[in-house]
DNA sequence: CGCCGAGTTTTGTCCTAGACAAAAAGCACT
DNA sequence: AGTGCTTTTTGTCTAGGACAAAACTCGGCG
């Protein structure tokens, strides 16, 4: 045979969706329906794995999966984004022909162009518009490409990876924060998106907060041992888009029963647009409302 | 009631342990033995989710599931790591005094010192030596620390988020390469550590080659549409320690089958020192022997 | 004494199938 | 067009059973 099949694990591995969500919409909806290896186990076909993927970005985009799988397999690349566009409140200052520009260059993979094109930006504005008129908006493209399929998945990879490091690498130059705040970046299991706390690392720093960046995925416990470890005043977390927006109130009154009540959480992202948070948890939905209350802090204290 | 309780989710989350083992022990073994809430739900006690948490990293140093399960709960810290003890090859000319001086900076989560220690050693060094007999030790070194349970979880967060910066940001700064094998660099789900790809990409970038770097985790057949699409000569992944070992051959195997025969498939990493790879994967045990690896290449083209 | 092969135990993952709660959608009624 | 209620949809949890692969143990042989 020349299609390799996967377990069902390895599908979850490649589409996200969990084994029992799998077996479930086999006995549901009678898709997918694998074969079965020699154990009686579930092989998916490579065929079946793709159309499943497809599934996924189409939910992630608000489309309901009863009606995507009882769809025909050839009538799914041509559905349209079912939520609302998302505002483009930012575009008016923007330089939209120069972000377009920007995007092509990833689509044509073109790294080394990219990285110039970033560079070239962040040295001719400076950090704070950098990121507020070009890595901002960049990134929410870049979202919006990918759910209507224009974009890969390697391609959002590189796009990320690079901007990644043009972000780190100005933070990294900037004065040593010792201010009054100290706040505590990172991001819960499941979470892997740090763009947007780069963003807002990039920010606070300039504002004369005192940043410490412990990446992604850190376990709850963990949050808290850092926070009394470093005696922070602020804890910020971020949730893109992709996180299973469901699970995030749970996972925020837990975090925040775990940590000390003085200690202020702060949560942002495109993943929080969506849901009421927990009393106790402030809510930012854009960059400027974040700054702001990292300004109101410094002059409370 | 003062301590939250866990669901099984959560603590899947928190530990890494799945809910199929969990139930699983609690069968087996009788521990752990959650309450139930209203709906007859597991809702596991803190405490006992910081021995599952404790187990785990015994686990993890080649302690047996059934003996740790046995013993009673006091004696668990106690115990010392099974497997022998990494071997310390590369000791003799390493700056043995320098490294601990700046694990003890990062164990005083002074972040600005250890920064400042990084960026000095790495300008006094060059990149070449700064990667080989720095940022390698002492990766290795905070790998032994954290089995041994002297650095927390969040400690190594900060260490390898550090450690990241200053090398993207050298990385970032080195001529673009524009040379002959151009190297795809990334990791396969469920693998998150990136600091041995920035090592190797900072390393391979000195030799000339083209690196195209894809971050972590990205699904195999993402990983084979990247190579098509940037034209790649080389594929290079990289296993860490803690990635399940078990899974490692059919990982390797999917991917192979996946990719063009002509395309080079790397591996290396703390993961892959106990596995040996499938046919038509080269595995690579040191940093020195990838760099020689990519120059044999190169000598070839 | 060390090493290799066979047998035994351990251990994780997969399987089926049912139950239920939370979220979303539909709908009636201001 | 909004508001509150009912129905449908959907994901996660539960239970125990089966099995294969890995790890350990032990006997025998060089």
């Known amino acids: ?19 029992d969500v799998l077996r479930m919409w086999e006995r549901r909806y009678g898709f997918p329906v694998p074969e079965r290896d020699a154990n009686g186990e579930r092989a998916y076909p490579a065929e079946q794995v793709e159309r499943l993927r497809l599934i996924k970005r189409l939910m992630d985009q608000g489309h309901r999966p009863g009606k995507l799988l009882a769809l025909p397999a050839d009538a799914l690349p ?18 939209t022909e120069g972000l377009e520009e920007m995007l092509r260059l990833i689509k044509q993979h073109d790294a080394n162009g990219y990285m110039q094109a970033l560079q070239q930006r962040l040295a001719r504005q400076g950090l704070q518009r950098f990121v507020q008129d070009i890595v901002a908006p960049l990134t929410q493209r870049v979202g919006e490409a990918w759910e209507e399929g224009r974009f890969e998945v390697f391609e959002e990879h590189l796009f990320t990876e690079l901007t990644k490091r043009v972000l780190r690498q ?15 970046l990172t991001s819960v299991p499941d979470e892997q998106h740090i763009l947007g706390l780069l963003m807002v ?27 009394l470890a470093h005696g922070a005043d602020i804890v910020t977390l ?20 775990l940590l000390p009540p003085t200690v202020e959480l702060w949560i942002g992202g495109a993943g929080v647009m969506r849901t009421t948070p927990p009393s106790g948890v402030r809510q930012f939905f854009s960059l400027e409302q974040g700054v702001q209350s990292l300004v109101e802090w410094q002059r409370m204290a």
Chains 1, 2 share one sequence.
């Open 1 to 19: 045979m020349n299609t390799p099949s996967f377990s069902i694990a390895a599908v979850e591995r490649d589409t996200g969706l969990s084994k």
């Open 78 to 95: 041509g559905l349209a984004p079912k939520h609302a566009p998302p505002t483009r409140t930012q575009a008016a200052t923007a330089d």
């Open 170 to 184: 100005a933070i990294a130059v900037l004065p040593l924060g010792t201010g009054k705040p100290r706040v505590l």
């Open 201 to 227: 690392e990039a920010l606070f720093a300039l504002e004369g907060a005192q940043c410490i960046p412990l990446g992604t995925q850190m376990p709850l416990t963990e949050i808290n041992r850092a926070t």
């Open 238 to 257: 971020s949730f893109s888009a992709a996180y299973p927006s469901r699970q995030i109130p749970e996972v925020l009154q837990q975090l925040r029963q």
